[in-house]
T-cell receptor
């Protein structure tokens, strides 16, 4: 069964520090997608990135970067030079390309609450 | 603006009083889903729908019903709410089963 584990329940850093959020996943499928979502204090879920299992290139978007390592089943998220506005709960999620009833199932980790202190 | 709209945003109700949380999307997406979010558990899928009149159970369907009579709407029905259904609920939609979901703003439900 697919499973996503975010071992870090809460992280607190001082502004401008770099911070890495860990995500480890389990799946029996060879084709799958990984996601990161951000949930700011206002409560909505904001899509950050999608990565498929065949693309292990790291991705950088401004201060955000993602490191996908299939060998360790990890999809870690790093924020460089963190800012107070980065404070949020971050969720890692997995979607398998299993064509069971044609449905998409997105399995989430428990989330990591990130607090950036000024 | 492309979006998923849920209503209400906040709801306090009493045990046993039937309620419906509405969800509507304007992106012509085929896939829709309901999730609940609880502390320490992340988000868990309640029900999903692949298209009109096609729905199926997710991981935690007990106590919930859904319907998909129109492509844009996917209401969540609690026939007899109980306190353990107090949670934050999200509706979501997707055009492609692998693209990930666009989420609504959430409905915070409290059952007393």
């Amino acid at each position: 069964a697919q499973k996503v584990t975010q071992a870090q329940t809460e992280i607190s850093v001082v502004e401008k520090e770099d911070v890495t959020l860990d995500c480890v996943y389990e799946t029996r499928d060879t084709t799958y997608y990984l996601f990161w979502y951000k949930q700011p204090p206002s409560g909505e879920l904001v899509f950050l990135i999608r990565r498929n299992s065949f693309d292990e290139q790291n991705e950088i978007s401004g201060r955000y970067s993602w490191n996908f390592q299939k060998s360790t089943s990890s999809f870690n998220f790093t924020i460089t030079a963190s800012q107070v506005v980065d404070s949020a709960v971050y969720f890692c999620a997995l979607s398998e390309a299993v064509r069971t009833q044609g449905a998409q199932k997105l399995v989430f980790g428990q989330g990591t609450r990130l607090t950036i202190n000024p | 603006e492309a979006q998923v709209t849920q209503n209400p945003r906040y709801l306090i109700t009493v045990t046993g009083k039937k309620l419906t949380v509405t969800c509507s999307q304007n992106m012509n997406h085929e896939y829709m889903s309901w999730y609940r979010q609880d502390p320490g558990l992340g988000l868990r899928q309640i029900y999903y729908s692949m298209n009109v009149e096609v729905t199926d159970k997710g991981d935690v369907p007990e106590g919930y019903k859904v319907s998909r009579k129109e492509k844009r709407n996917f209401p969540l029905i609690l026939e007899s709410p109980s306190p353990n259904q107090t949670s934050l609920y999200f509706c979501a939609s997707s055009s492609d089963r692998l693209y990930g979901y666009t989420f609504g703003s959430g409905t915070r439900l409290t059952v007393v």
